[in-house]
């Protein structure tokens, strides 16, 4: 399907809002009944009082679009902030050939769509060159940006995997160009950066990595900056799990996630992960002076307390997916089931948060994501070594990407099932056989560490990564809703056999079996009355839009996406929504609300306009 111009389905929208609320599986039809007698015909009334207008909710118009990078797009615009007061988009760019900060004047947008969305370029940009160490540690690439006022914080990790991270800050965003103030020093591989709404302080969660042959493997951590009376202090404060490292039992229990080499030998070093160095903080989100951080790779939440800096975790459960349709297969086709017995990890990215009736509430965007880590193996003639990979522990070797040190991730057909299991088809034949079609979740990407719950080699259940949705938990970690298959479903009406697409070449159907569009990008944000999310798909790249009001009476609102999904066909407009930002209507440049999206594959910024219907 070419597409002329971006897809917005407001029409569909509507339609399918109103069929989401009902259940996916129709009875039969029962006998008509009797016809009732005629009633009564009522008295006359008076003229009623003309009605208020009712709220439609709202649509998405692309307005905005810069190229970043064209000749190297790939992870040229990843996180995206907006800075009111000079109506300027900071992009972090990846792809530059230095550490940069793209500035992006958005200040002649109108309200007008674009009349070619697929290739617009109607904004300018503008680098701002980031430095290279920071107390002379050299630096890697920035990973996130944040603003408040005339404040922006760069999170920058450090080149080496043994050294800790730094936040960048600059001042002065109302001038031509920002000003670097200082660098503090935060944890290893800050992810993502945060000011709260104070602005008086800064947080970021920090990854902490392994090497690619866990010879080097951080700590997890959280770290806090204050600002005092309007300056960044020099010293951060560091919050850690180390409390948590004779926990991790208590915390499986309550659905958590470790995987990891413990008790191998992997490149001449026996490998023991505490569950400190297992956790991995990937996104913040802080309400009423609390702070709600994912733990994506452990299915879990981090809770901080800023009054005190006190931590608690939260496991996040599993998904039953036996409630739901899913597409499994990558067959080419649309090709939904339910099936007992399989489960999917949330494993959530990003995170937002909102309020109601006074009550926090957190968004999640539940992407999914399986640890694989790999390292050289090199022979006399600086090659990778099969031989050599094999001989230093590692699990499998792959030409291209080296030694396998560590993957929990498998495909179904791969495991052996417990002959009570409901998922038994799936097991026998030549794991290694293409053409193995025992079971339409054959080839469905799973984890091997979950599923065998007598730990007797079987399996009575599968794990898959990621929800497939996004989630709305409340302060407590109790889910309040979840889109179930919403995403899949309204892609699967829309687009037929091109949803789930890839991100980076056009194949229909081509993630069914592998984490399916893959929820990441989100953001929250109040348009009149209303507070709508708006969730982006880093493969199959639509938007999607719900009124998240009441987050116990949750509604699908719209769905776009500006990308040409033909088979086979060159890749066109954006792919692979990253980071994404809300302009509130009086920020913006227009007058109307804003949603910003930095999109990772094709190095492209758009700029979306919220409008009501």
């Given at each position: 399907?070419?597409?002329?111009?971006?897809?917005?389905?407001t029409?569909i929208?509507?339609?399918?809002?109103?069929?989401?609320t009902?259940?996916?599986?129709?009875?039969?039809e029962?006998?008509?009944g009797?016809?009732?007698?005629?009633?009564?015909?009522?008295?006359?009334?008076?003229?009623?009082?003309?009605?208020?207008?009712?709220?439609?909710?709202?649509?998405?118009?692309?307005?905005?679009?810069?190229?970043?990078?064209?000749?190297?797009?790939?992870?040229?615009?990843?996180?995206?902030?907006?800075?009111?007061?000079s109506?300027?988009i900071?992009?972090?760019n990846?792809?530059?050939?230095?550490?940069?900060?793209?500035?992006?004047d958005?200040?002649?947008?109108t309200?007008?769509?674009?009349?070619?969305?697929?290739?617009?370029?109607?904004?300018?940009?503008?680098?701002?060159v980031?430095?290279?160490?920071?107390?002379?540690i050299?630096?890697?690439s920035?990973?996130?940006?944040?603003?408040?006022?005339?404040?922006?914080?760069?999170?920058?990790?450090?080149?080496?995997?043994?050294n800790n991270g730094?936040?960048?800050?600059?001042?002065?965003?109302?001038?031509?160009?920002?000003?670097?103030?200082?660098?503090?020093?935060?944890g290893?591989?800050?992810?993502?950066?945060?000011?709260?709404a104070?602005?008086?302080?800064?947080?970021?969660?920090?990854?902490?990595?392994?090497?690619?042959?866990?010879?080097?493997?951080?700590?997890?951590?959280?770290?806090?900056?204050?600002?005092?009376?309007?300056?960044?202090?020099d010293?951060?404060i560091?919050?850690?799990?180390?409390?948590?490292?004779?926990?991790?039992?208590?915390?499986?229990?309550?659905?958590?996630?470790?995987?990891n080499?413990?008790?191998?030998?992997?490149?001449?070093?026996?490998?023991?992960?505490?569950?400190?160095?297992?956790?991995e903080?990937?996104?913040?989100?802080i309400?009423?002076?609390?702070?709600?951080?994912?733990?994506?790779?452990?299915?879990?939440?981090?809770i901080?307390?800023?009054?005190?800096?006190?931590?608690?975790?939260?496991?996040?459960?599993?998904?039953?997916?036996?409630?739901?349709?899913?597409?499994?297969?990558?067959?080419?086709?649309v090709s939904?089931g339910?099936?007992?017995?399989v489960?999917g990890?949330?494993m959530?990215?990003?995170?937002a948060?909102?309020?109601w009736k006074?009550?926090s509430?957190?968004i999640?965007?539940?992407?999914?994501?399986?640890?694989?880590?790999?390292?050289?193996?090199?022979?006399?003639?600086?090659?990778?070594?099969?031989?050599?990979?094999?001989?230093?522990?590692?699990?499998?070797?792959?030409?291209?990407?080296?030694?396998l040190?560590?993957?929990?991730?498998?495909?179904?057909?791969?495991?052996?099932?417990?002959p009570s299991?409901?998922?038994?088809?799936i097991?026998?034949?030549?794991?290694?056989?293409?053409d193995f079609?025992a079971?339409?979740?054959g080839?469905?990407?799973?984890?091997?560490?979950?599923?065998?719950?007598d730990?007797?080699?079987?399996?009575?259940?599968?794990?898959?990564y990621?929800?497939?949705?996004?989630?709305?938990?409340?302060?407590?970690?109790?889910?309040?809703?979840?889109?179930?298959?919403?995403?899949?479903?309204?892609?699967?009406?829309?687009?037929?056999?091109?949803?789930?697409?890839?991100?980076?070449?056009?194949?229909?159907?081509?993630r069914?079996?592998?984490?399916?569009?893959e929820?990441?990008?989100?953001?929250v944000?109040?348009?009149?009355?209303?507070?709508y999310?708006?969730?982006?798909?880093e493969?199959?790249?639509?938007?999607?839009?719900?009124?998240?009001?009441?987050?116990?009476?949750?509604?699908?609102?719209?769905?776009?996406?500006?990308?040409?999904?033909?088979?086979?066909?060159?890749?066109?407009?954006?792919?692979?929504?990253?980071?994404m930002?809300?302009?509130?209507?009086?920020?913006?440049?227009?007058?109307?609300?804003?949603?910003i999206?930095?999109?990772?594959i094709?190095?492209?910024?758009a700029?979306?306009?919220?409008?009501?219907?």
């Amino acid at each position: 399907m070419k597409l002329g111009k971006q897809i917005s389905y407001t029409a569909i929208a509507i339609a399918l809002s109103t069929a989401l609320t009902g259940c996916f599986l129709d009875g039969d039809e029962g006998a008509p009944g009797p016809v009732g007698e005629q009633g009564a015909v009522g008295a006359s009334g008076s003229d009623g009082a003309d009605g208020q207008n009712a709220s439609a909710g709202v649509y998405l118009e692309l307005i905005g679009r810069a190229q970043l990078n064209p000749s190297n797009p790939l992870g040229a615009a990843e996180i995206v902030q907006f800075h009111a007061a000079s109506k300027m988009i900071y992009a972090i760019n990846s792809a530059a050939t230095q550490p940069t900060v793209e500035m992006i004047d958005a200040s002649s947008l109108t309200n007008e769509a674009v009349s070619n969305p697929l290739t617009a370029d109607n904004m300018t940009a503008s680098p701002l060159v980031l430095p290279t160490s920071a107390n002379n540690i050299p630096l890697a690439s920035p990973t996130s940006v944040a603003i408040h006022d005339d404040w922006m914080a760069v999170a920058v990790p450090a080149a080496a995997k043994a050294n800790n991270g730094f936040v960048l800050f600059y001042n002065g965003l109302n001038a031509t160009t920002p000003v670097f103030v200082k660098a503090v020093e935060v944890g290893n591989l800050p992810d993502m950066v945060t000011f709260n709404a104070q602005g008086n302080k800064v947080l970021t969660a920090n990854e902490g990595e392994p090497s690619g042959d866990y010879g080097v493997d951080p700590e997890g951590s959280i770290s806090i900056i204050n600002l005092v009376d309007n300056v960044p202090a020099d010293v951060a404060i560091a919050l850690t799990f180390s409390a948590y490292n004779d926990k991790q039992a208590e915390l499986e229990a309550m659905g958590m996630h470790f995987p990891n080499p413990t008790g191998r030998t992997i490149n001449g070093k026996l490998i023991n992960t505490t569950v400190a160095q297992d956790l991995e903080p990937e996104y913040i989100t802080i309400s009423n002076n609390i702070a709600y951080v994912t733990l994506q790779e452990n299915n879990g939440l981090a809770i901080v307390d800023l009054s005190d800096n006190s931590l608690t975790i939260k496991g996040l459960g599993f998904k039953d997916w036996s409630k739901y349709q899913l597409d499994g297969m990558e067959d080419g086709t649309v090709s939904f089931g339910q099936y007992q017995d399989v489960y999917g990890i949330y494993m959530p990215d990003t995170i937002a948060s909102f309020t109601w009736k006074g009550a926090s509430f957190v968004i999640t965007a539940n992407e999914g994501d399986a640890r694989e880590y790999f390292f050289a193996t090199l022979n006399e003639a600086g090659e990778q070594d099969e031989d050599l990979c094999i001989a230093a522990g590692g699990q499998d070797f792959d030409s291209d990407d080296g030694c396998l040190a560590f993957t929990e991730e498998t495909q179904a057909r791969r495991l052996d099932y417990a002959p009570s299991s409901n998922l038994e088809m799936i097991a026998g034949g030549d794991p290694r056989n293409s053409d193995f079609t025992a079971h339409p979740l054959g080839r469905l990407t799973v984890s091997k560490v979950l599923g065998d719950q007598d730990k007797d080699g079987t399996y009575e259940a599968i794990y898959a990564y990621g929800a497939r949705s996004f989630t709305i938990w409340d302060s407590n970690g109790m889910a309040v809703f979840d889109s179930g298959d919403d995403l899949e479903r309204i892609t699967a009406s829309i687009h037929g056999n091109a949803f789930n697409n890839e991100n980076d070449e056009n194949t229909g159907d081509g993630r069914s079996a592998n984490k399916g569009p893959e929820p990441e990008a989100l953001a929250v944000g109040q348009v009149g009355d209303h507070t709508y999310a708006f969730i982006g798909t880093e493969r199959m790249s639509g938007i999607f839009v719900y009124d998240i009001t009441n987050p116990y009476d949750t509604k699908f609102v719209d769905y776009v996406i500006n990308r040409d999904v033909t088979e086979g066909g060159d890749l066109m407009g954006d792919l692979g929504p990253e980071g994404m930002a809300f302009v509130a209507a009086n920020d913006s440049p227009t007058g109307e609300p804003l949603v910003i999206i930095g999109n990772e594959i094709s190095g492209t910024v758009a700029v979306w306009q919220v409008k009501a219907k």
